[in-house]
C-alpha cells in the first residue's frame, strides 16, 4: 500500500529554486533515509508534507487522500513530525505542552509514552521551553513525534547532535515502529543511521531525487567500501556531479 506519495513539487524562495519537481513514494512499513548536502532542500520537502511550507506546484497524497484538499488536515493526523529546529513558546513549560497537545489531539487518547519514558522527558515536564539545551528540546521533540502512534513519522535530523543514550533511544524507537508496520522517512547526515536504519535511500541534490534505491542494492553495485563512497559513484556514474 502507498502511504505517501508525493508528485512533481516545486519550490522557490524568491528566485532560488530549491525542489525543482521532487517524486517521492513511500509504501507501508518502509523506513527511507533521505539524504543529500545541506541545503538540498531536504527539510522543506518534509516541510511541504507537513503543512508549513506550501509548494508552487505538484500535488501530495497520504493513504490516496490529498494534503492540500479539504480533507487534507484530517489526513495529517497520521503524521508525526520531529522538526530539525522546533520553535516552542518560550515561557510555556514541558508539562504544559503536551497537556495542551493532548487536547488539541483529543480525538487520541491512547498515548505512546515509550520514547517519552527512554528519553526521560519527565525530568523536564517543569522547566520551560525556552530554557531547554538544545539536546533536551530535541528530547521533547522526539518523543512527541511518536506520542500519538503515527502511521508515518517524518524525522528531520533526530540523532543530529544528541547524547549516545537519547540517539540509541531513538533509533530502538524507530526500529520497533517498523516493526510494527509504520512508515519512516528519517532525514540524516549520517551514513550509520541509514545504514542501521533505513531499507532504501532518496537522495536529494540539486533540487531533485537523485538516487532512489535500496541501500543494499546501492552498496552492491558500485565498488565501493561505504555507503558515502556508493553514493558518490552512483552520482558520478550517472552524470550528477
Ligand atoms: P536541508 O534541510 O536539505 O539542509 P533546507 O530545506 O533547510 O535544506 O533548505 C534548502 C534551501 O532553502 C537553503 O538554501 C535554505 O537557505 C533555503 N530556505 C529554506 N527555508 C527558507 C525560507 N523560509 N526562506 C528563504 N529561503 C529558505
Ligand atoms: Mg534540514
Redesign the pocket.
Request: no cysteine; net charge positive.
Given at each position: 500500500m502507498t502511504m505517501l506519495a508525493v508528485s512533481g513539487i516545486e519550490k522557490s524562495?524568491g528566485r532560488?529554486r530549491?525542489l525543482a519537481g521532487v517524486n517521492l513514494r513511500l509504501d507501508a512499513g518502509e523506513v527511507v533515509a533521505l539524504m543529500?548536502p545541506?541545503?538540498?532542500?531536504?527539510?522543506?520537502?518534509i516541510k511541504c508534507i507537513v503543512g508549513l511550507v506550501r509548494p508552487d506546484r505538484g500535488t501530495i497524497s497520504l493513504m490516496g487522500n490529498n494534503v492540500f484538499a479539504g480533507n487534507g488536515i484530517e489526513a495529517r493526523r497520521a503524521i508525526g513530525y520531529m522538526p530539525?529546529i522546533a520553535r516552542y513558546p518560550e515561557t510555556m513549560t514541558v508539562g504544559e505542552l503536551f497537556d495542551l497537545i493532548e487536547r488539541i489531539r483529543s480525538d487520541c487518547r491512547i498515548y505512546d509514552r515509550e520514547l517519552y519514558d527512554a528519553l526521560r522527558v519527565d525530568a523536564l515536564r517543569d522547566k520551560q521551553l525556552g530554557s531547554l539545551s538544545g539536546g533536551q528540546r530535541q528530547r521533547v521533540s522526539a518523543a512527541l513525534a511518536f506520542y500519538f502512534s503515527p502511521m508515518l513519522l517524518l524525522l528531520d535530523e533526530p540523532t543530529a547532535g544528541l547524547d549516545p543514550i537519547s540517539t540509541e533511544a531513538i533509533k530502538a524507537k524507530i526500529i520497533r515502529e517498523k516493526t510494527l508496520g509504520k512508515t519512516i522517512l528519517i532525514?540524516t547526515h549520517g551514513p550509520q543511521d541509514a545504514l542501521e536504519l533505513a531499507d532504501r535511500l532518496v537522495y536529494?541534490f540539486d533540487g531533485l531525487v537523485r538516487i532512489d534505491r535500496p541501500i543494499a542494492t546501492l552498496i552492491s553495485e558500485s565498488s565501493a567500501q561505504s555507503l558515502m563512497g556508493a553514493i558518490a559513484w552512483y552520482l558520478q556514474h550517472n552524470g550528477v556531479q
Open positions: 524562495y532560488y530549491v543529500g545541506n541545503g538540498s532542500g531536504k527539510s522543506t520537502l530539525q532525514t536529494l
